[in-house]
């Protein structure tokens, strides 16, 4: 963390990879898909979900594609490398269904999110989801892992009107928290949407790496953290850099 990070007042929070294992629910659902397609191979299916994922949920958020549209050209893109040449509208989303499904079974916290979002609580620090997820779905993420209670917000893109990297989803979080952005830190798992846009709208970034893959993209000066009890150290020795006296004690 940059010695000019402030102890902070609130600290927000991405969800899927930062908070859920979204990796392994995407994954079961993604198996789910590949059985209904018949297609042979995870590691291609995977590869490529991921990516039709980045490009067809960023054209989401930045609203070029509808909610169903992009769900329909993830699902599209993985049934053409199964070969299947056309799958009408009806059956794209039945199957996104089916992917969603096995998706919610599979959905379970990091095993380090509660004991730390408790003692952050705890120790006076407000909470937030800040999230580019859909609403009715993230808030129901929240109150399967069973930690909705510890955050004083949710904001969702699609309520916002805005998504990351977009410094105004950021800054309706902090005018629901009541606390400024100097004073807040974001933890996401994102280098352009989390930290650079933690950066764009004045908080500071803490980019989380749940999976070994994305220290090697931040930039030099963002602070790249394995698991929540980091943040928990990191916030800790913030607060205690800031009640020293400020000069020499005489």
Known sequence: ???????????????????????AASSAGLRTLMELLGHPDFG?????????TDISFGAYIAGRLTLAEQ??????????QAGHSHIADAACDDLYQRYLA????????????APVLNDLAGNGVRLAVVTNGIEQLQTDKLARLGIADYF?????????GAGKPDPRIFH??????????ARTWHVGDQVRADAL??????????????????EAAAPHDI????????????ARAAHTAAARPAGPVL
Do not use: K
């Open 1 to 23: 963390m940059p010695a000019t990070a402030p102890a902070p007042e609130a600290i927000f929070f991405d969800l899927d990879d930062t908070l859920l294992d979204d990796r």
């Open 44 to 52: 291609a299916a995977r590869r490529l979900w991921d990516v039709q």
């Open 71 to 80: 769900r329909r050209e993830r699902v599209r893109a993985l049934a053409v």
């Open 102 to 113: 096995a998706h919610r079974s599979a959905w379970a916290p990091f095993r380090d999110v």
């Open 152 to 160: 004083s917000a949710v904001v969702c893109a699609d309520t916002v």
């Open 172 to 181: 309706v979080a902090c005018q629901r928290v009541g606390v400024p952005p």
């Open 197 to 214: 846009g933690a950066i764009a709208a004045g908080l500071h970034p803490l980019l989380i790496d749940r999976h070994d893959g994305g």
């Open 223 to 234: 602070t790249v953290v394995t698991g929540l009890d980091e943040v928990r150290n990191l």
